[in-house]
């Protein structure tokens, strides 16, 4: 009898958190594997990087509206490379930022590159997920999995938990009934894993919309990125360079 009461009780808290949550933070870490995009023919270069750049982000919420906002480095910039005496790598954290309004279906993201700031406002793109069947557990919480292949034919595979109700997550990714939680980009070239979630009310100005840039098209920075590529390339001798520019 007291286990009933025990798991009944457990089930109503649930479903009392998943409608009650308004606000919180949520710390998300982004692990990118450096050494799977070196070409094979620039092996050598392996030895002189780390295998893995390692930054965290905050998503700040309140009701209808979200901020992906990355978290300030507060250490020495410098990582020393592997093994002692080893190159000291430069850590870059780029200021972009990602506020979602769900209400008026609009997002306003500012971006940085070649040490100028960017705000692009378009609508929210609706992500064609596709539910799978498998569940894991994460920081306690029963998740889902949900997956698609992205427009740069990218196999993107997220877990979500209806237990906090609400369509958001990392970066751009949304639109799942329930906070997602990790974010796999084929399979471990990527994964952006939450690490600490934080129900709580807001601070004054920890939720509000990115300023500070020149406004622009999405199109029109695709293109400016793009040619100022093209340029670095040829001044490198290199035939050109790619970059994928993540939303």
Excluded at 166 to 177: A, K, M, T, V
Excluded at 228 to 240: F, N, P, T, V
């Amino acid at each position: 009898m007291k286990k009933y009461l025990l798991a009944m009780f457990v089930c109503a808290s649930l479903a009392f958190i998943s409608q009650q949550v308004e606000q919180g933070v949520i710390t998300y870490s982004t692990k990118v594997n450096v050494h799977k995009r070196i070409p094979a023919e620039q092996e050598e270069m392996k030895k002189m990087v780390p295998e893995f750049n390692v930054t965290e982000n905050l998503l700040v919420f309140s009701g209808e509206e979200s901020l992906y906002k990355p978290v300030p480095i507060d250490e020495n910039p410098f990582d020393q490379g592997p093994g002692a005496g080893g190159p000291r790598m430069m850590r870059m954290v780029l200021q972009n930022e990602i506020h979602v309004d769900r209400s008026q279906e609009i997002t306003t993201q500012l971006r940085e590159f070649m040490g100028k700031k960017y705000i692009i406002q378009k609508e929210i793109a609706r992500i064609p997920w596709k539910l799978g069947q498998d569940s894991k557990e994460i920081h306690g919480m029963l998740c889902k999995n949900a997956f698609y292949t992205d427009e740069n034919n990218r196999e993107i595979m997220a877990w979500y938990t209806e237990e906090i109700r609400l369509p958001i997550g990392p970066e751009s990714f949304n639109g799942l009934p329930g906070l997602i939680l990790e974010v796999s980009i084929n399979t471990d070239d990527i994964i952006i894993t939450a690490n600490k979630i934080d129900l709580r009310a807001l601070k004054k100005n920890e939720l509000r919309l990115p300023k500070g840039g020149q406004e622009i098209t999405e199109e029109d920075y695709r293109a400016m990125v793009q040619e100022q590529m093209e340029k670095m390339g040829a001044q490198s001798g290199q035939g050109g360079f790619r970059m994928m520019i993540r939303n």
